[in-house]
């Protein structure tokens, strides 16, 4: 699949159509811009967030606060095993944001252009 943002391919690492599937999330490697596959849906593409709300949060077991990107990894590429997910945003301002993943965060939001990041540019 193809991102609509920036053109580059967008990847899973949701196993596929099974007995159990009922949708899967895409994500672009180089935007990090999301796309959800419904089963007898069309493809929805979530709307550009800002930093702080574009991501959910787990921590790992020293207490840092991570962003999630797929349900494997975190945006500093840390594997989410032995983390807790928040069920809520995370931030890269908050006092145990994971530096990395701040700092990556800041690169993948440079990377959405500005004419893609209003409500109705993702709308098909």
């Known amino acids: 699949m193809t991102c ?4 580059h391919r967008m990847a899973t690492d949701d196993p ?3 007995p159990a599937w009922r949708m899967v999330w895409w994500v672009c490697e180089w935007c990090f811009a999301t796309a959800v596959e419904w089963e007898d849906e069309p493809l929805g593409r979530p709307r550009y967030e800002p930093t702080d709300s574009r991501w959910a ?11 999630i990107v797929t349900g494997a990894r975190c945006l ?20 145990r944001a994971c530096p990395d993943c701040a700092a990556f965060a800041q690169v993948v939001d440079a990377r959405w252009p500005l004419d893609k ?4 540019s993702r709308l098909g």
């Open 16 to 18: 596929g159509p099974s």
């Open 76 to 95: 500093c590429g840390a594997a989410l095993d032995g983390m807790e997910p928040a069920g809520h945003s995370w931030s890269p301002a908050a006092a």
């Open 117 to 120: 990041r209003d409500r109705r």
């Open 57 to 67: 949060l787990a921590t790992d077991p020293s207490g840092r606060a991570h962003a």
């Open 4 to 7: 609509d943002i920036c053109g």
